[in-house]
């Protein structure tokens, strides 16, 4: 067990590299948001089987001071409490009965089985709505990480292993999704300490840095994702990407042993 004291802020990730992109954001004199967003778009990188920049997912805030006033230094209102959802969303034409004649791995493996991703959108909507730094700073730690490298660790081994027995159940994986077997699992060779490139994730985290959800949601980004799952039989379009929205909504609140949550 690891214990220890922060008299100042702790950032808490599954990857050092994204817990150290969240205490830089602290260091720059960013709030709680800025560092989780930090931490988020860099586990996307180190953390691809869990926290990839094509899924989706929760942010719950809580923020003493009450809503930021970006470039001012200063809060709006009293304590802030509130819930951003941003999980992914079935493309239109999937319904209830899609996946029920189709073959067992079209839920959990190719075209068939993604999702319109939520996590560029949901991750911006909280820097802009409750971050105080820009975006080029907080996204920074990631394309670092896709652009210099970042090194295998243990875990990250595990989950190779876990994925190379898919690739070798199934071989045709190996040409159907070439870009995993090569980059991320180095052909089922990876080893701890081994360094892992992504310079092509570096390019898109680089194009949401300046341009904002656009640059993923719309344009060549956008295109490549659409054909990409085209290519493998998937139903999603450029339409479902441009029409992803957030939801924010208020948090659950509960009392237990005389306190409020």
Excluded at 137 to 160: C, K, M, N, S
Excluded at 171 to 196: C, M
Excluded at 213 to 218: G, I, L, N, R
Aim: hydrophobic share 40%; with cysteine; aromatic share 8%.
């Amino acid at each position: 067990p690891f214990e220890a004291r922060f008299n100042h802020g702790a950032v808490a990730a599954d990857h050092a590299a994204a817990s150290e992109a969240g205490a830089e954001m602290l260091r720059r004199g960013g709030n709680a948001v800025d560092a989780a967003v930090a931490t988020s778009f860099t586990l996307s990188v180190v953390r691809p089987e869990s926290c990839g920049i094509g899924g989706g997912g929760f942010m719950v805030i809580h923020l003493s001071g009450g809503s930021p006033i970006r470039g001012s230094g200063g809060v709006r209102g009293g304590p802030l409490n509130t819930a951003i959802n941003y999980r992914e969303m079935a493309p239109a034409a999937v319904g209830p009965d899609f996946f029920e004649k189709l073959d067992s791995t079209s839920s959990t493996h190719g075209g068939k089985a993604v999702g319109v991703p939520g996590t560029v959108a949901g991750l911006l909507y909280a820097l802009d709505h409750y971050g105080t730094l820009d975006r080029k700073t907080v996204l920074a730690p990631a394309i670092r990480a896709a652009e210099q490298g970042f090194r295998a660790d243990a875990h990250y081994i595990t989950e190779v292993r876990d994925v190379v027995k898919d690739f070798t159940k199934h071989p045709e994986f190996r040409t159907r999704f070439a870009f995993v077997w090569e980059h991320s699992l180095h052909e089922g060779r990876v080893e701890v300490g081994d360094r892992i490139f992504i310079p092509g994730q570096a390019q898109t985290l680089r194009a949401i840095a300046e341009q904002g959800p656009s640059a993923f949601y719309e344009g060549p980004i956008a295109d490549a994702i659409v054909e990409a799952i085209h290519r493998d039989g998937g139903p999603m379009t450029g339409a479902d990407l441009k029409a992803f929205k957030v939801a924010e909504v208020e948090p659950l609140r509960f009392t237990f042993m005389d306190r409020v949550f």
